[in-house]
């Protein structure tokens, strides 16, 4: 993953995995620039997932923007609310305003598991 070394993107796989397993969703995190507007372009990312969308949450991360975009597809939506991404948002924002890149990205991945965990 751009922008982090070896053992950090080891840590946000290992987050990832365990989100997945716990919650029966599909996570994945896109660290750089976006092409175009950074939402259409977390869009497209999600669309790519093919079948696997409607169970998928991606999060984009625009390193240089200094912003985040969480999507989320038809099935997952049902177990994060709007709101409930919006507050892990903000946390992870929080994170990364301080300088903390995968901090931030560990309790989000983290958040959002638990989360869709605890309404399966």
Partial sequence: MRGLTAAQAD??????????????????VFLGDPVGSRRH???????AL??????AVVLLV???GRA???VTGENARRRLSDGS????AMSMA???SVG????????GIGALGEQATARR
């Avoid at 840590?11 to 994945?28: I, P």
């Avoid at 372009?41 to 669309?47: D, P, Q, S, T």
Wanted: a negative charge; one cysteine or more; charged letters at 35%.
């Fill in 11 to 28: 840590d946000v796989r290992r987050a990832l995995h365990t989100a997945e397993r716990r919650s029966g969703l599909r996570f994945g």
């Fill in 41 to 47: 372009f977390a869009e497209r990312l999600h669309a």
């Fill in 50 to 55: 093919g079948e696997e969308a409607d169970d």
């Fill in 62 to 64: 625009d390193l240089k």
């Fill in 68 to 70: 985040l975009e969480i």
């Fill in 85 to 88: 991404c919006r507050l892990t």
């Fill in 94 to 96: 929080t994170a990364f």
């Fill in 100 to 107: 903390d890149l995968v901090g931030g990205l560990l309790y």
